[in-house]
């Protein structure tokens, strides 16, 4: 009988230490989901609010911009204009991560190594940044499902898009990115509108090797290339810049003679479905330049 009372104190004991043991373990994980969820994290442009907002991130800072600012953010503090981000009010947020993109690195590096603020760059630069992004922070975060559904999602419309048009003969498209006070550059598959393109089944007129985003207009191998459509996207006002690229082919003979300006294959696209960085309305712009580019 004491035997038996024993063998059952010994399980009772050894049972206790098993139910702390789990609850301790699960406290701990726990404990490391909250501190990742509790991250006092700001996005300091328009495209990394909503790559937040599709993961369902809780953040302290967000940009000021004339875009509608996600629902969930509404009430969040706001931290100045994306180009110029007021460093004063970012510090006293006192965040843990502040992120900006790989395009305003040049322009405001010195500011934050200035404010002693730790800044990481996101990579937009085009279609395949984008979802890498996405998983980045999705994993950082805790929010891989949110970043797979729609990386998901995204790769179904791309190869819906690729199957629809693989037996089309590809189209030369030119792609020109203009910015206020006239001036344009020429975009490239390095840049996101230049991906979108790719994705469609048609050719984006550059050069050879081409490794940058955006280089300068070569006129003379415009005309050589023929296009037969031509994209002219506003990075900012703009009313003014498409008004300055209609001014510059109207007064540019050169240009009325490509095959695109003859049969009336010029088009003009605007933020914030169409943007100089990859964005969350990506599904839509993409279905868009398809139907410009691919249309009978």
Request: charged share 25%; hydrophobic share 35%; net charge positive.
């Amino acid at each position: 009988m004491l035997r038996r009372d024993s063998s059952k104190k010994i399980i009772f004991v050894l049972s206790l230490w098993i139910v702390s043991f789990a609850a301790i373990f699960a406290l701990s994980n726990l404990n490391k989901t909250q501190d990742k969820k509790d991250d006092s994290v700001v996005m300091t442009t328009y495209a990394l609010t909503q790559i937040a907002d599709t993961l369902h991130m809780y953040l302290t800072g967000v940009p000021n911009t004339q875009y509608q600012i996600p629902d969930r953010y509404k009430d969040t503090a706001k931290v100045g204009a994306p180009n110029a981000p007021s460093m004063e009010k970012i510090k006293k947020l006192n965040p843990d991560t502040v992120y900006s993109v790989t395009t305003l690195k040049s322009m405001q590096g010195k500011s934050y190594q200035s404010n002693n603020i730790d800044v990481t760059y996101m990579n937009l630069q085009t279609v395949n940044h984008l979802k890498k992004s996405l998983n980045v922070l999705g994993k950082r975060y805790d929010k891989e499902v949110y970043a797979t559904k729609f990386i998901n999602k995204l790769n179904r419309n791309v190869d819906r898009i690729k199957q629809k048009n693989k037996n089309n003969d590809p189209k030369k498209v030119l792609v020109l990115f203009g910015m206020p006070g006239g001036g344009y550059l020429q975009a490239t598959t390095n840049s996101y509108i230049g991906s979108l393109v790719k994705y469609t089944h048609n050719t984006v007129i550059q050069p050879k090797n081409s490794k940058g985003e955006y280089i300068s207009v070569n006129m003379e191998e415009i005309q050589k290339a023929k296009p037969d459509i031509v994209i002219c996207l506003a990075h900012a006002m703009p009313d003014m810049v498409e008004k300055s690229f209609k001014e510059e082919f109207s007064n540019n003979q050169m240009w009325q003679e490509l095959p695109a300006f003859q049969n009336k294959q010029v088009h003009y696209l605007r933020e914030p479905v169409y943007s100089s960085t990859a964005n969350m309305n990506v599904i839509k712009a993409l279905n868009g330049i398809d139907k410009i580019v691919n249309e009978k």
